[in-house]
């Protein structure tokens, strides 16, 4: 059984910094598109970032205009794990944070929750003005 269990979230003040992991369990995701996705109260899901594999160990790295230069996303192959640092961190951030692993290697759609097949159950990421 495949599980993805995100951790890292918690309440911040504007201007800091979180970092957010999601270890995967049950099969690896080598090659397979690995992402973030967001949902804030009364909005719908959207896409925060995601991992393409291009080659090796070599994974190309796509962000949201609004988390763009704030946010990095990275891959631990050996861990199974991706992680998402945020930095700069606004109060327009607050979410529940949910890790999302695609079945297929490179989804053309990897923005598009729809595309995963796999996902956590989130955290909670609260940042105070």
């Known amino acids: 059984q495949v599980q993805l269990v995100e951790s890292g979230g918690g309440l911040v003040q504007a201007g800091g910094s979180l970092r957010l992991s999601c270890a995967a369990s049950?099969?690896?995701?080598?090659?397979?598109?690995m992402g973030w996705f967001r949902q804030a109260p009364g909005k719908e899901r959207e896409f925060v970032a995601a991992?393409?594999?291009?080659?090796?160990?070599?994974?190309?790295?796509d962000y949201a205009d609004s988390v763009k230069g704030r946010f990095t996303i990275s891959r631990d192959n050996a861990k199974n794990t991706v992680d998402l640092q945020m930095n700069s961190l606004k109060p327009d951030d607050t979410a529940v944070y949910y890790c999302?692993?695609?079945?297929?290697?490179?989804?053309?759609?990897?923005?598009?929750?729809?595309?995963?097949?796999?996902r956590g159950q989130g955290t909670q990421v609260t940042v105070s003005s």
């Open positions: 049950g099969r690896t995701f080598g090659r397979n598109t």
């Open positions: 999302a692993a695609a079945g297929a290697v490179n989804p053309v759609q990897y923005f598009y929750s729809g595309v995963y097949d796999y």
């Open positions: 991992a393409r594999w291009i080659s090796g160990g070599t994974y190309y790295a």
